[in-house]
């Protein structure tokens, strides 16, 4: 059964919603990494991992039928017209994206001081690995609206690396 207008606009609100709290909250921390501001940051980061949770448990009620082996065969049909790969590996990455951003999340709230001291290469790991699945998801496997919000963060993050890169040089200088 297809999902109903109301599903399908949760859907792709809760996932545009999700790309904004990803790109933002980070942007903010990168460009303005004061105290007052990290706090706005990991509450804008928490909001858009909170939204992406809404989108993953509405896609797969309005699209799977709550069913991880429809969601796995769906997965592999959209990869193959994609990318020309069969595979249902799409899926278990997005569940690990999920786990990834939600471990982030946690560990900003609970442990900040850590957080904000962990070492740059693990922060890099886990933002690249963040980046590729939601330039995969936001414009490889979308249209519309969340292709181009995709393509905006992507831009937005090439900036924010920029900077990260300049701040380096300066601070070693």
Do not use: K
């Not at 609100?13 to 501001?37: K, W």
């Not at 509405?58 to 990318?83: D, I, K, P």
């Amino acid at each position: 059964m297809p999902p109903s207008p109301a599903e399908e606009w949760l859907v792709r609100a809760s996932v545009q919603t999700a790309l904004v709290g990803y790109l933002a909250g980070p942007l903010a921390l990168v460009l303005a990494p004061d105290d007052p501001r990290r706090r706005v940051a990991r509450a804008i980061w928490s909001a858009g991992f909170a939204a992406f949770a809404i989108h993953v448990v509405a896609s797969f009620g309005a699209f799977y039928g709550w069913s991880h082996a429809t969601a796995l065969v769906e997965t592999a049909r959209q990869s193959a017209e994609r990318v020309g790969f069969d595979s249902g590996i799409g899926l278990y990455l997005n569940y690990l994206f999920t786990a990834a951003w939600g471990a982030d999340v946690l560990w900003w709230w609970w442990r900040p001081v850590t957080h904000a001291e962990r070492p740059v290469a693990a922060t890099g790991l886990i933002h690249a690995f963040l980046f590729f699945i939601l330039f995969n998801g936001s414009v490889v496997f979308a249209s519309g609206l969340s292709r181009w919000l995709g393509l905006a963060a992507t831009a937005a993050w090439v900036v924010c690396l920029a900077r990260l890169a300049r701040r380096g040089r300066h601070a070693r200088a």
